[in-house]
């Protein structure tokens, strides 16, 4: 089992590395998914989370996540072929947090050096927590 602090850490290149590591057997818990980055202009990020959470109505969907640890959860099942059965098994060993939960906290939680935020140039970017708040999260 393998802990990931997702503090600081690009959410694309998080979660392809991520999916990899699951496809290839392994069980991961992600930590403290409100701090992961997404890369790019805010206002132009937000705009295209809202585009996608505003789609269909309460009673029919689609359903589209507004808590950050949903949201990584989510973009790493995109990276994966959770329609078949070694993606739905994938998918299963990946467990997203909020903080740090107490059961985690005595573990060593490991970084991902490939999806650091030291590895843009640019400071055009929004934290994933910021993001869902805005979109009406209440985590």
Known sequence: MAVIDAN????GR???????????????????????IISGRKDATFERYRKYADRGSREFGPYFPRRP????????????????????????????YIGVPP?????????????????????NYAVLGDMSRRLGSKY
């Open 69 to 96: 640890d949903q949201l990584v959860a989510r973009t790493i099942r995109g990276m994966i072929p959770h329609k078949k059965m070694t993606g739905r098994q994938a998918y299963d060993r990946l467990k997203v």
């Open 8 to 11: 600081n850490l690009i959410l």
């Open 14 to 36: 998080m979660a392809s590395i991520v999916a990899k590591r699951l496809l290839n057997g392994e069980e991961i818990k992600i930590i403290n998914a409100e701090k992961t």
């Open 103 to 123: 059961e985690l906290s005595k573990e060593k939680a490991t970084t991902l050096e490939n999806a650091s935020i030291m590895r843009l140039s640019t400071s």
